[in-house]
C-alpha cells in the first residue's frame, strides 16, 4: 500500500468505537426451554440456552468476546436479540457494517498478552478497551468484509471437509481389523494354502509337547454370574475359538497378569528421577504404551513386587477407567511395572503370535466382550478373572503371520492418510490467520483514493458522542 493510500486509513482505540460491557450474571438453574437466547463464553456460535426475561437484553450486531476460562473467540450471534453471561464481554458499534469488520479484525488479536487471573484466565473490560484497531476507509472496510467472508467461508468448508477425515480413517482400521479377525481378509490365501495344520491340532498337539510345564493360573478361578458372548461359529473352520485360560492350559499363552501388587502397592515416596517405567491406562495411547513419559518407580522398591512386570514383546490391555486400549511392548523394550489399571498377556509364539492377539484384542470381537461384561458390572472395569473367560479366535499360525502382514500394511497407508490430513488441517488452521492479518495490512482488496479517509469517521463518531453525552446532561 503506498503512503499516501496509507494515509487514508486511522487507527481508533477500540473504547472509541465501542461500548464494552461484561455480560450478566445467568446460572444455568434460570435457563428455560423458552425465551432468548443466551450465549457464553466459547469457540461456537451456538446458544448456551435460552432465558425469558434477561436483564441486559442485546441486539442485532452486537460483538461477544468470551472473557473467562476460554478467551477470545469474538463473535456476532445471529438473532434479532440476545442475552449474554458473566463469562463474556459484549461490544456495541454505532452500526452493524463496523461491528463486522471490527469482529474480524478482533479474531486477530493475540489474547493471552491481554489475560490475566491464576487457574481461570480473565479477561477484563479494562484490558479489551486498550486495543487499537486499524480502521481503514468506510468503502474499502465494506470491500474487506465482503472478501473475508467469501475467503473465510471457504476455509470453513474446507475445514468441515478435513473434519470428516479421522472418522473416515477410524472406521477404516475397524473395517479392517473385523476382516481381519473373521478370517474374510486371508479367504483368498486360505484358498492357495489348503494343507496348512488347523488351529486346533496345531494346539493340541503344543499343549502335550508342552505338558508339565509351568503356567501362570494365579487368581484364574472362572468368574461366575457372567452371560459371556460366543461368536465360535463365526469363523473358518481351520481356527479355534477357545477362551483365555484355555490358552493358558494349552500353553499358548504362558502368562496373563495385571499390577495388583496388593500390601505392596507403590506409594508417592516409591517414585523418583530414576528406576523402572511404571505403566498406568493413560501411558497406553493410539496403540502404542508411551514408556518415556511414564514416572519411575525406584529400583528397591521395584525389586519388592513379584508380579507385574511386563516385558518386551508381551500385549499390554488397560481394563480399569479406560478400558480396551491395547498397545504391544515392541522388541527391545525394557521391563516395565504395570499399575493396576493394566494387564500384560504374554504369549507362546510357536503358536500364538503377539502381533495378532493385540490385532484381535483391537476388534470387535473382543471390545464387544469387554463392553458386555461392564454392563453387567455397572463397573468401568473388567478383572482378569474376568477377562480369562474371553474367548479369543486362534488361526493357524501361518495364517496369523499373514494377517499381521495385511494389516500392518493397510494401517500404514491408513498412516500415511493421517499424516497427511494433519498437514492440511495446520495448513488450513495458519490460513485463517494469514488471510485474516493480509487484510488488515490493506493487502486484501484494492485502494480506491477516491474513497473518503477513516479520519473522517471517526469526527462523525465523536461528534455523535458528544452530542449523546451533552443530551444526557440536560435531561438530568
Known amino acids: 500500500m503506498s503512503d499516501e493510500l496509507l494515509q487514508r486509513w486511522a487507527t481508533a482505540p477500540l473504547v472509541t468505537l465501542a461500548e464494552a460491557h461484561m455480560g450478566e450474571t445467568i446460572l444455568a438453574k434460570q435457563l428455560t426451554l423458552e425465551g432468548l437466547p443466551v450465549?457464553?463464553?466459547?469457540?461456537?456460535?451456538?446458544?448456551?440456552?435460552?432465558?425469558?426475561?434477561?436483564?441486559?437484553?442485546?441486539?442485532?450486531?452486537t460483538v461477544?468476546?468470551?472473557?473467562?476460562?476460554?478467551?477470545?473467540?469474538p463473535k456476532i450471534p445471529k438473532v434479532e436479540r440476545f442475552a449474554s453471561t458473566q463469562t463474556t464481554i459484549t461490544l456495541q458499534f454505532p452500526d452493524e457494517e463496523l461491528a463486522a469488520y471490527s469482529c474480524l479484525w478482533l479474531k486477530t488479536v493475540d489474547w493471552s498478552s491481554l489475560t490475566k487471573g491464576g487457574a481461570i484466565p480473565m479477561l477484563t473490560v479494562g484490558d479489551i478497551n486498550e486495543l487499537v484497531v486499524p480502521l481503514a476507509p468506510l468503502a474499502e472496510r465494506r470491500r474487506i468484509v465482503a472478501k473475508l467472508e467469501k475467503l473465510l467461508g471457504q476455509v470453513e468448508a474446507s475445514q468441515q471437509r478435513l473434519a470428516k477425515i479421522p472418522k473416515l480413517i477410524k472406521r477404516f482400521r475397524q473395517a479392517v481389523l473385523a476382516a481381519a479377525c473373521s478370517g474374510r481378509l486371508t479367504a483368498d490365501w486360505r484358498e492357495k494354502n489348503p494343507h496348512v495344520e488347523p488351529a486346533p491340532d496345531m494346539l493340541q498337539a503344543h499343549a502335550q509337547r508342552t505338558e508339565g510345564r509351568e503356567r501362570n493360573m494365579r487368581r484364574m478361578k472362572p468368574a461366575k454370574g457372567l452371560t459371556l458372548l460366543d461368536y465360535s461359529g463365526e469363523f473358518p473352520t481351520t481356527w479355534a475359538w477357545l477362551k483365555v485360560r484355555e490358552l493358558v492350559e494349552k500353553g499358548a499363552i504362558f502368562d496373563v497378569q495385571d499390577g495388583n501388587?496388593?500390601?505392596?502397592?507403590?506409594r508417592p515416596e516409591d517414585f523418583g528421577e530414576a528406576g523402572v517405567r511404571y505403566?498406568?491406562?493413560?501411558?497406553?495411547?493410539n496403540d502404542r504404551v508411551q514408556i518415556d513419559s511414564a514416572p519411575f518407580l525406584k529400583n528397591e522398591k521395584a525389586q519388592q513386587l513379584r508380579i507385574g512386570f511386563a516385558k518386551a514383546n508381551d500385549v499390554i490391555l488397560t481394563h480399569n477407567a479406560t478400558v480396551g486400549r491395547v498397545a504391544l511392548l515392541p522388541p527391545g523394550s525394557p521391563d516395565v511395572v504395570l499399575s493396576t489399571s493394566t494387564t500384560y498377556y504374554r504369549v507362546d509364539e510357536t503358536v500364538l503370535l503377539a502381533r495378532y492377539l493385540a490385532t484381535f484384542l483391537r476388534s470387535h470381537f473382543f471390545q464387544s466382550q469387554l463392553e458386555a461384561v461392564m454392563e453387567q458390572t455397572t463397573r468401568n472395569q473388567v478383572s482378569i478373572t474376568k477377562q480369562v473367560e474371553f474367548g479369543i479366535a486362534v488361526p493357524p499360525l501361518a495364517e496369523q503371520q499373514e494377517i499381521v502382514r495385511r494389516v500392518e500394511t493397510l494401517f500404514a497407508v491408513a498412516d500415511q492418510i493421517?499424516?497427511?490430513?494433519?498437514?492440511?488441517?495446520?495448513?488450513?488452521?495458519?490460513l485463517t490467520q494469514s488471510i485474516l492479518a493480509k487484510a488488515f495490512r490493506g493487502e486484501l482488496v484494492p485502494q480506491d483514493p477516491n474513497d473518503e479517509p477513516a479520519s473522517v469517521l471517526l469526527e462523525r463518531i465523536n461528534e455523535d458522542r458528544a452530542r449523546t453525552v451533552t443530551k444526557s446532561r440536560k435531561c438530568a
Open 418 to 430: 493421517e499424516a497427511r490430513y494433519l498437514k492440511a488441517k495446520a495448513h488450513v488452521e495458519k
Open 39 to 61: 450465549y457464553s463464553a466459547g469457540q461456537e456460535n451456538e446458544p448456551w440456552g435460552f432465558l425469558e426475561n434477561p436483564r441486559k437484553p442485546l441486539a442485532k450486531g
Open 279 to 285: 505403566i498406568s491406562a493413560e501411558h497406553v495411547i
Open 64 to 73: 461477544v468476546v468470551s472473557a473467562r476460562g476460554s478467551i477470545g473467540f
Open 261 to 266: 501388587h496388593g500390601e505392596l502397592y507403590p
